[in-house]
């Protein structure tokens, strides 16, 4: 952890919400006149789109298992590495996953190289001068037995719905916009899960904050839902790990947030559709505090 450099990590699976936290976030740092150094977690990947294919098909011939939730997928220690250097020098190294054409050729516009989608930009250094490192992605608070990442965070906030409603979302996301077909979506779900109780619930426990999403209509069988539940369909529950840590308001927060209650002496619950408000409401003053301990 560092005041002088401080580490914001945003931790969820693709299509948990981690889209609306970044929003809320930039919407903040823009109010606030604040300098982030963003970092996309596709980036620490350690295999290009053509390569982890490949190699998924090594693993599978060796009876082991292979996907971006896990360490053989990962580069955590060059994650650890960058999150330590930022926080000690407020420098270090970055690189982009394509994921589009059209990233690839903003990207190429930029670099004057030739990549396409599925591969990943050269390393470069951080812009200089930043006041906060911004991490989005799936390990941003990710512990093993080599590489702790989460030591190096500030501020961890996780964003997970309840497994039904992110399976929907997910069957729904790569059916439509992927085309892949419903058992090659089950097929990765079922490849993915050892390593999503290994690697990815464990970091919600380390979170300062979770947002969990929670449908309020039936999904008890995700493989067979046709559409994925509105934000107005479901509520949000808002945990706080330490919340006299983060100076919480509660009264203050349930008076601004329309028909938002308490659940417990730690957690609150929103609508839904409330979501983005209540991250801006609830993270401004935090990343406020934040930039001003930069200035003791």
Request: aromatic share 10%.
């Amino acid at each position: 952890m560092s005041r002088k450099h401080p580490i914001v990590a945003v931790t969820g699976s693709s299509g948990a919400g981690t889209t609306t936290v970044k929003r809320a976030f930039e919407h903040i740092f823009y109010r606030d006149g604040i300098s982030a150094a963003v970092v996309e977690g596709d980036s620490f990947h350690r295999y290009d789109r053509v390569a982890m294919k490949a190699a998924m098909a090594t693993f599978a011939a060796e009876g082991r298992n292979l996907s971006h939730f896990g360490p053989d997928a990962n580069h955590f220690e060059l994650l650890a590495e960058l999150f330590h250097a930022y926080g000690e020098t407020g420098t270090g190294k970055k690189r982009y996953y394509i994921h589009s054409d059209e990233e690839a050729a903003e990207q190429n516009a930029r670099l004057g190289t030739t990549l396409k989608a599925g591969q990943f930009t050269p390393w470069e250094g951080l812009s200089e001068g930043t006041d906060l490192l911004f991490y989005e992605g799936l390990h941003g608070l990710v512990v093993t037995d080599e590489d702790n990442v989460a030591q190096h965070v500030d501020l961890g906030v996780g964003v997970v719905p309840i497994v039904n409603l992110e399976w929907i979302q997910k069957i729904h996301r790569d059916n439509l916009e992927r085309g892949y077909s419903a058992e090659a979506i089950v097929d990765t779900i079922m490849r993915r899960m050892p390593d999503y109780i290994l690697h990815i619930t464990p970091q919600f426990s380390l979170t300062d904050i979770n947002f969990q999403r929670v449908p309020t209509v039936d999904t008890s069988n995700p493989f067979i839902a046709r559409d994925i539940p509105t934000p107005d369909e479901s509520f949000v529950i808002i945990r706080f790990r330490e919340p006299d840590k983060l100076e919480i308001d509660f009264p203050y927060l349930l008076s601004m947030i329309k028909d938002s209650f308490m659940s417990r002496r730690n957690s609150m619950v929103v609508p839904g559709g409330k979501m983005g408000m209540a991250m801006e409401i609830i993270l401004q003053p935090i990343i406020e505090r934040m930039m001003a301990a930069r200035r003791v």
